[in-house]
């Protein structure tokens, strides 16, 4: 799904006419599986559309032909990351009220019991759900990313400022094809990934936030790792 063959994407790089359009056309259905995710904003979903439009235009003319990686899975966190600062600059990225609570008292626990303390203990001091205490930890956070500005005014991305050698370059590319393959774990594989590969947690520490051994995060985390590895391949 999403394909593109990589004449076209330099033709839409060199500006040849027509070949950006062609691409827009044949990605559209990413943009849009994109834009649902935002339902309910207060914007129509055809502005939120035009918006993600423009962060694929942003990809296709950064994206570099030599990645072993669909431009799809590279466009995402682009057309994602439009859309959050198109939102978060008109002020439209709000948590309720009851999460605002709740991530109040979490920041009190953790003052308590200290930060490591397992998001499972903390849906019991707090009587709610393990999902409840995720949501409140995760949408209080800032939206960060390497795919923002480095400069206010600069069309360059924080990620094209740093100084990335061929190893680096491919542990990057990994990365958002993993974001994209982690919705298909099971959710412990999910909680795990997402703790050790973009909140830069240790073995050591997920095992205390989840509540289980440090062998054990290793052994999933081996299989995952494994199992995304010959997905890739395929």
């Given amino acids: 799904m999403y394909e593109n063959n990589t004449e076209e994407i330099i033709q839409a790089q060199n500006k ?3 070949a950006m359009e062609n691409l827009l056309q044949i990605n559209s259905g990413l943009i849009w599986s994109i834009v649902r995710r935002f339902a309910g904003r207060g914007y129509e979903q055809e ?3 035009q918006i993600g439009a423009i962060g694929l235009i942003k990809a296709i ?3 570099d032909t030599r990645y072993e990686v669909k ?3 590279y466009a995402v966190p682009y057309i994602i990351g439009e859309i959050k600062r198109f939102l978060r ?3 439209l990225i709000k948590v309720s009220r009851r999460i605002k609570e709740l991530a109040t008292k979490i920041r009190d626990v953790q003052k308590q019991y200290g930060e490591d303390i397992t998001i499972q203990k903390m849906a019991v001091i707090l009587k709610t759900t393990k999902e409840e205490i995720t949501v409140a930890l995760e949408y209080t956070k800032p939206i960060e990313s390497i795919y923002e500005e480095a400069y206010e005014n600069e069309e360059m991305y924080k990620v094209e400022k740093i100084n990335i050698g061929i190893d680096e370059e491919s542990t990057i590319v990994d990365k958002i094809t993993l974001k994209e393959m982690v919705e298909n774990l099971e959710k412990q594989e999910k909680e795990i ?3 050790r590969y973009f909140k830069d947690k240790t073995q050591c520490q997920v095992a205390r936030i989840l509540g289980i051994s440090q062998v054990q995060v290793s052994r999933i985390e081996k299989k995952v790792l494994e199992k ?3 997905k890739l391949i395929c």
């Fill in 16 to 18: 040849k006419e027509g």
């Fill in 61 to 63: 003319q950064r994206f």
């Fill in 89 to 91: 600059d008109d002020g």
């Fill in 228 to 230: 995304m590895r010959k």
């Fill in 193 to 195: 990934v997402l703790l």
């Fill in 71 to 73: 431009l799809s899975t």
């Fill in 47 to 49: 502005e939120l559309y």
